[in-house]
């Protein structure tokens, strides 16, 4: 087990990029893994995007052995070999209680064997790395790599892709076309052929979209900015019938956005008749409750905005006619209904006194 390094601690001779190391290596030569390299090929092997990403972040080359060749890496397989024999083996009959104490005796024993003496060789690991690697090596860059994910998708008909269950959206133009996302903690970015074309602040609402305004269709981005509000000030530029006509026609639906369409199309009419005609047309249509576009249209059409508006409705008359019976005659029959009753009432009170004085009669007999 080898610790990180820290600030504490001597150069060593394995290039590391650990929170606090500041330098990092041209070229590396790991094992071929599985995760770390998607197609093992002889000549041009695959690596994992992300593990390219890692490389490409710090300026270094992975350069992964041939499968099952050791003698490719033979440095790096006698580092592990090193460090088991002087670190891991005499450690292994000690007991720790803490990260921190196991940590500290490795960093001890690491130190004196990077110091360690060659047999063959004049110095030691620690003398070659500060004279010959340490000086090719270059400054990390100024901020650590992002863990990201990475994942290909294919843009919708709306121009959005999906990612976790949240749509993001991409320009317009890539509809159907396979793209490349960057998923990290905090950012979505989203390539085309290698070119980033979006990038969103990543969210975790499952269900909702991001969606960028420039992405959209220039007709998509006019209907977005479409409201009542809109509307109505629109309207206003024609005159005050035709803002009220439009205010009304939004609040006779369930929901505004269902006339839209009813009122773009009667404010457009005045770009064929005019705004004065559409003025008086509106001022008709209020007056009559004529509430929709067919009925403006209409009026247009027939020149009816110019004739005068009806005078105002007179009072009902009622018809006579010997067929045809009144409210006076339900009055009337309700009435006759409510008579039978007060008299049946009374008759029977009056034949209650009757039956009391016959009664009174016999007992006095």
Request: charge should be positive; hydrophobic fraction near 35%; aromatic fraction near 8%.
């Amino acid at each position: 087990m080898i610790m990180c390094p820290t600030a504490r601690d001597p150069p060593a001779p394995i290039g590391v990029t650990g929170p606090r190391a500041t330098y990092s290596g041209r070229a590396q030569n790991p094992d071929n893994i599985k995760s770390g390299v998607t197609s093992p090929c002889f000549y041009d092997p695959e690596l994992n995007y992300t593990y390219q990403k890692l490389a490409e972040h710090y300026g270094t080359a992975v350069v992964p052995a041939r499968i099952r060749r050791p003698r490719d890496k033979a440095k790096a397989e006698a580092g592990v070999q090193g460090a088991e024999r002087w670190i891991l083996a005499r450690l292994r009959h000690r007991r720790f209680f803490s990260l921190g104490e196991l940590n500290e005796a490795i960093r001890e024993l690491l130190v004196q064997y990077n110091r360690r003496p060659f047999a063959k060789l004049e110095g030691c690991r620690e003398s070659l790395f500060l004279s010959l690697d340490r000086p090719a090596l270059r400054p990390l860059p100024a901020h650590p790599y992002e863990y990201a994910q990475w994942k290909k998708a294919r843009v919708n008909i709306d121009y959005h892709v999906e990612v976790d269950r949240h749509w993001y959206s991409v320009p317009h133009a890539l509809i159907r076309q396979q793209v490349e996302v960057c998923l990290s903690a905090h950012t979505v970015e989203i390539l085309h052929k290698g070119k980033r074309v979006a990038s969103h602040p990543r969210s975790f609402a499952q269900g909702r979209h991001t969606t960028v305004a420039e992405h959209m269709p220039r007709h998509h981005r006019e209907y977005v900015q479409w409201s009542p509000q809109r509307l109505i000030r629109w309207a206003e530029q024609t005159g005050p019938a035709a803002a009220q006509l439009v205010e009304q026609m939004l609040a006779s639906r369930a929901h505004p956005v269902q006339a839209y369409r009813a009122c773009l199309g009667v404010l457009r009419l005045g770009r064929q008749h005019g705004a004065a005609r559409l003025e008086a047309a509106c001022a008709r249509a209020l007056a009559l409750g004529a509430l929709s576009y067919q009925s403006i249209k209409s009026i247009l059409a027939h020149g009816l905005e110019s004739q005068p508006l009806p005078a105002t409705m007179t009072a009902h008359v009622p018809i006579r006619h010997p067929h045809i019976r009144g409210a006076h005659y339900y009055a009337q029959e309700d009435t006759d209904d409510a008579a039978p009753t007060d008299a049946g009432q009374a008759a029977g009170a009056e034949t209650g006194g009757d039956a009391a004085r016959l009664s009174g009669a016999g007992a006095t007999t």
